[in-house]
């Protein structure tokens, strides 16, 4: 098979996901492992990886450049503070760009490229559980 039906195996959220559940840094930010997932959930801070809504798939073939979502989330009540969560967002977000240099797998995408999307959004849930969001434009191909 060729074309989009290799590029529907190319995932970029499993392999930013993948990558940050490993990264050091990621860990030392959010405070120990087993904090970065693809759901929101205990323990705090915690970050999600997730699809985001943007990016360009040119013609579904090649070096197509979807969105993830990094989005950290602190305690619901509310600690840490607004400040911190934005900084563990960025480090994460900085981490997600080494993979770049990694090697690649035999039957993973290659990742040529990681950049933001756009700004940071301070987004808190409605009962008040902050939150950051991060859009990343992901360059691979399969």
């Known amino acids: 098979m060729t ?13 930013v996901l993948a990558w940050l559940r490993t990264h050091p840094r990621t860990a030392d930010a959010l405070g120990g492992p ?8 205990a323990p705090w801070p915690h970050l999600r ?9 040119r013609d579904l073939t090649w070096a197509t450049t979807p969105e993830v979502t990094l989005e950290v989330y602190g305690d619901p009540g509310g600690w840490p503070g607004q400040a911190e969560l934005r900084r563990i967002l960025l480090v994460c977000a900085a981490a997600a760009t080494e993979i770049v240099e990694a090697p ?27 939150r950051w969001l991060l859009g990343l434009l992901v360059t691979l191909h399969p």
């Open 104 to 130: 690649s797998a035999p039957g993973k995408p290659i990742i040529s490229g990681i950049r933001p999307s756009g700004t940071l959004v301070w987004s808190p849930l409605v009962d008040g559980q902050p």
């Open 34 to 41: 087993g904090r970065v997932s693809g759901i929101a959930e």
């Open 3 to 15: 074309g989009p039906y290799q590029l529907a195996d190319a995932d970029p959220v499993s392999a």
């Open 49 to 57: 990886v997730a699809h985001g809504p943007g990016g360009d798939l």
